[in-house]
């Protein structure tokens, strides 16, 4: 009876410490490995989006060659859902992507067996001269009495490893990639004279996309304030000047527009009419690779023995706030043999 006494007071003890540590213990948990990669952000997203190309360097894809998997939608959109199945050490779940932006891909990532956990999973890029840095990392909350086994177990250490080592071999993948030269259809065109809005200032690379951020909300301001003005375009950028070695740009934010035969005048932006024979790239892809199609008409009027044109146009076709893949993005690109009159 003593001896049963005993074993029933450290049980107590046992519940006791336990329901203690229950709400001592982190529910939450958060893990991130990052890694950089000597690649274009566009080249790496592609490999982390589409469940075909991840399974190439996904730590756990090896640790069951046989096991079962299987999607449910179209790879490569939200709502997407990858399914594995396999032996103890893969266990079994699901992966559904939720998000995609151009720099950020998130899932939730559902684990069945052996045990049952929900956590967000997601991978952030930053490009940065040529080379993106991936951060890999998932949030994830563990019910409470299952929290308690976070005090016994280094979730960094032992995931942590998995992701550095998933990483790396993304890193090997992606490097060892051949870059592939695209092709680009250039066509010549008649563009038929248009009336801009612009403003026109010399801009540092870096400050690219604050310049257009600030002008074309400007801009847009006013031409939806004015009753008699029609907008009769996308937002544009027209090029004077490009300064590799300066790293700066003479360029003016554009919006078209038209107002019949009225004239009028804008505090802070000017008028500049554009037209006339040019030549055209239609361009899809990511803000970050517009340098490729550009080189490509360089290359294409070099090897035509074609005068470099005085005023190039980039025409921002697709709304990124209502298309977040970048693939989709369409821009076209106009070489002109002419001045703008301004």
């Excluded at 990052?34 to 640790?63: D, G, R």
């Excluded at 976070?150 to 993304?170: N, P, Q, R």
Aim: a negative charge.
């Amino acid at each position: 009876m003593k001896a049963l006494k005993i074993i029933g007071i450290i049980l107590l003890i046992l519940i006791v410490t336990i329901g203690i540590l229950t709400f001592v213990a982190p529910a939450d948990f958060k893990l991130e490995r990052s890694i950089e990669i000597n690649a274009q952000k566009e080249t790496v997203h592609k490999h982390l989006l589409y469940f075909e190309n991840s399974q190439k360097w996904s730590p756990w894809a090896e640790l069951d060659p046989n096991q079962k998997t299987w999607l449910e939608g179209e790879d490569g959109i939200v709502g997407t859902t990858f399914f594995w199945e396999g032996n103890e050490d893969v266990g079994k779940g699901k992966q559904e992507i939720i998000t995609i932006a151009d720099d950020k891909i998130e899932t939730t990532v559902t684990f069945i067996e052996p045990f049952e956990s929900v956590a967000n999973g997601y991978f952030l890029l930053n490009e940065t001269d040529g080379k993106t840095t991936v951060t890999w990392g998932f949030e994830s909350t563990m019910p409470r009495p299952f929290n308690v086994m976070g005090l016994f177990m280094d979730i960094s250490e032992s995931v942590g490893k998995d992701y550095d080592k998933g990483l790396a071999k993304l890193k090997e993948i992606v490097e060892s990639e051949k870059p592939v030269k695209k092709e680009y259809a250039i066509e010549t065109v008649n563009f038929e004279e248009k009336t801009f809005l612009t403003h026109r200032e010399k801009v540092s690379f870096n400050d690219m996309q604050t310049f257009f951020e600030k002008h074309f909300g400007g801009m847009y301001g006013i031409l939806t304030q004015n009753k008699e003005v029609q907008i009769t375009g996308q937002p544009c950028a027209i090029y004077y000047d490009w300064d590799e070695n300066d790293q700066t740009a003479d360029v003016a934010a554009a919006i078209p527009y038209n107002s019949g035969d009225k004239n009028f005048k804008f505090d802070n932006y000017t008028t500049v009419r554009l037209g006339g024979e040019a030549f055209k790239i239609a361009y899809y892809g990511s803000y970050n690779n517009l340098t490729e199609p550009h080189m490509a008409m360089d290359d294409y009027l070099e090897k035509n023995n074609l005068l470099m044109s005085h005023v190039v146009l980039e025409e921002y076709i697709t709304d990124p706030t209502t298309e977040a893949d970048t693939s989709k993005w369409l821009t076209n690109i106009y070489y002109f043999e002419n001045k703008s009159k301004e």
